[in-house]
Nanobody
Framework: VQLQASGGGSVQAGDSLRLSCSASGRPFGRYSMAWFRQAPGKEHEFVALVSYTGVGTYYADSVKGRFTISRDTVKNTVYLQMNNLKSEDTAVYYC??????????????WGQGTQVTVSS
């Protein structure tokens, strides 16, 4: 499966952004989908995942209550709605496809990343 992430940008603290990740190639519905992020000088950090059915979701404590992950199986796209953004959310955001996990390396495919910059 090939993944293409988009929707990043530069915003002010408290603003919202919606990231999108479109999938092509192997059937989208076979994969759990996740978002990770990487700030400069840091490791990839798990953000959120949605199960292959779209029913189950899981969030990092740092984004719980502010971010929402969802998937559209018709459009082969997964979204990350990010509300009340904080400066510490600044990072490159990546989508990933594979078995549900909070570990970057355990996924089968990754998108190219989209930059999110939040100014306080």
């Amino acid at each position: 499966v090939q993944l293409q992430a988009s929707g990043g940008g530069s915003v002010q603290a408290g603003d919202s952004l919606r990231l999108s990740c479109s999938a092509s190639g192997r059937p989208f519905g076979r994969y759990s989908m996740a978002w990770f992020r990487q700030a400069p000088g840091k490791e990839h950090e798990f953000v959120a995942l949605v199960s292959y059915t779209g029913v189950g979701t899981y969030y990092a404590d740092s984004v719980k209550g502010r971010f929402t992950i969802s998937r559209d199986t018709v459009k082969n796209t997964v979204y990350l709605q990010m509300n009340n953004l904080k400066s510490e959310d600044t990072a490159v955001y990546y989508c990933a496809a594979g078995d549900a996990s909070q570990t970057w390396s355990e996924y089968d495919a990754w998108g190219q990343g989209t930059q999110v910059t939040v100014s306080s």
